[in-house]
């Protein structure tokens, strides 16, 4: 099958003292330190940019306190040392990468979105404040707890529509938007070599994705949650939606949907009838704290156990793809490359369409 063509939007910095070296760290460390020099890689640190939201920022000089609240960031953060004052640590997914975070002490713990402690944003006093995801519905209240602070929107609009199934703004290309958002963090922190590494990485697991895959077959999102399986429309589901569009897959099922993290009500016995030939599977509450709770099944217990889904050419198969357990909590471009290299080399095993 034809690749789809795919733009490098970038989100341009302008730079205008290539020389001056931006500190991403939680004190007074030098940049040296943290990961936060342009040195690192050899980048120009840029001292203005566009954020997500189409926002010119003027970034600090030297910031000494840095708040993230993005999920999607952490990753790239981390894998770059970037030393952070605040954060919602109570979202950060529980993965090898993130434990620099999770078991700091230093970072004062915002906790998370439902009921964020903005008094630890405060207490921080940060110069710069990258926020968006889960968190991107507190912006005001993030600048009220720190005025003085520069704030950068990291935030992706990954469905058209929201929970509700209300129309959104600011929707485009998902994968471009993760593009974007990995290429202004480089721009921020003057590792644009690593972050282009990132993307490359990321359109190279698209690439493989989209040549193994056969477009006669059918593909079916669902989300596992509190012992349900529910569905993942295309386009619109929540984490597996953009992964039809990303792809170019085949929907077994063209029914609407929403943004909702649980997924959408609709009865395991429609799926079936609909047999798709492939399933992709997210598995909501292995990234929470429900993981935990007496009765909790996994995806993988759920479908197996399904009666309604034991005919299902993918379930026969053995044609169902599970993400990452921690994907829910990250869905950051790392994830997703992880995903499309999984469902390269599930495709292929299958014969896909170049064997």
Known sequence: M??????????MAF?????????????????????????????ATATEVTDMGGNTVELPENPESIVATDNRIFGTLADWDIELSAAPVDLMPDTETLKPYRENEDILNIGNHREPDFEQVTAAAPDLILNGQRFDQHTEAMQEAAPDATMVDTNIVSSPVDREGQEQEGFRDVADQYRELTTLLGEIFGREQDAEQIVDDFDVAIDNAQAAYDEDWTVAGLITSGGDINYSAPTTGRAVGPVYDIIGLT??????????????DISVETIAQANPDWLIVLD????TSARDEEGYSSAEELIEESEALADVTAVKEDQVIYMSPDFYTAEDIQHYTELF??????????GGAEN
Do not use: I
Request: hydrophobic residues 25%; aromatic residues 2%.
């Open 341 to 350: 290299n999984q469902m390269s080399e599930a495709f292929e095993d299958a």
């Open 2 to 11: 034809q690749n789809k063509t795919r733009t490098r939007l970038g989100v």
């Open 284 to 287: 909501r509450d292995a990234g």
């Open 251 to 264: 929907p077994a099922l063209d029914q609407d949907g929403s943004a909702n993290h649980q997924g959408d």
């Open 15 to 43: 730079v205008t003292a290539a020389t001056l070296g931006l500190t991403a760290c939680g004190g007074t460390e030098s940049a040296n330190d943290n990961g936060g020099n342009s040195e690192q890689d050899g980048s």
